[in-house]
T-cell receptor
């Protein structure tokens, strides 16, 4: 397994501001992902955080809105930019250690409310 | 594209009763299948997974799931539910290569005394 921490655990932000969420893993992992879970919805993959290169974004998500960094194999950040109330969600970091078939482990999530 | 359907949004069972949560998937090849549980205010915890081999998979907390290729299903079961099992349960399917995982909408389980 992997121990994953996220900061902050929750935040309340004003419209138009930005928030950076941190994800820290207790050991090196192959892949890191960022998901969004909107109220009453399932998890939606935002992007794969690639170490040393630009993140790979899923359809509907763009770098200007959700810039991601991954400076090393244990840490990543997701920024939610120019926030609106529609960005109110739980943002989850997940990691995958190995290759094919390995499961993902999830962090506790960051609950974001935008007023 | 892969997809997951969880037809039951909300299920209520009595403590001690048996439980079955339904999951149907769509994927062109042999899928990687997962069940996760999310307790209120918590992240997701993996209950069990299926990659290959025995189609009946045992997981943590007394859960099991059965892969039925003919029905494209991966239903989660527990013979006797405990109050602490009240949570939201997500079925997920992963592709064979990149391992992109697609989640179902979730089933919220309520356990009554």
């Amino acid at each position: 397994s992997a121990v994953i921490s996220q900061k902050p655990s929750r935040d309340i932000c004003q419209r138009g501001t930005s928030l950076t969420i941190q994800c820290q893993v207790d050991s090196q992992v192959t892949m890191m992902f960022w998901y969004r879970q909107q109220p009453g919805q399932s998890l939606t993959l935002i992007a794969t955080a690639n170490q040393g290169s630009e993140a790979t974004y899923e359809s509907g998500f763009v770098i200007d809105k959700f810039p991601i960094s991954r400076p090393n194999l244990t840490f990543s950040t997701l920024t939610v930019s120019n926030m609106s109330p529609e960005d109110s969600s739980i943002y989850l970091c997940s990691v995958k250690r190995g290759g094919r078939g390995d499961e993902q482990f999830f962090g506790p999530g960051t609950r974001l409310t935008v007023l | 594209a892969q997809s997951v359907t969880q037809p039951d949004i909300h299920i209520t069972v009595s403590e001690g009763a048996s439980l079955e949560l339904r999951c149907n998937y769509s994927y062109g090849a042999t899928p990687y299948l997962f069940w996760y549980v999310q307790s209120p205010g918590q992240g997701l915890q993996l209950l069990l997974k299926y990659f290959s081999g025995d189609t009946l998979v045992q997981g943590i907390k007394g859960f099991e799931a059965e892969f039925k290729r003919s029905q494209s299903s991966f239903n989660l079961r527990k013979p006797s539910v405990h109050w602490s099992d009240a949570a939201e349960y997500f079925c997920a399917v992963g592709d064979g290569g990149y391992q992109k995982v697609t989640f179902g909408i979730g089933t919220k389980l309520q356990v009554i005394p």
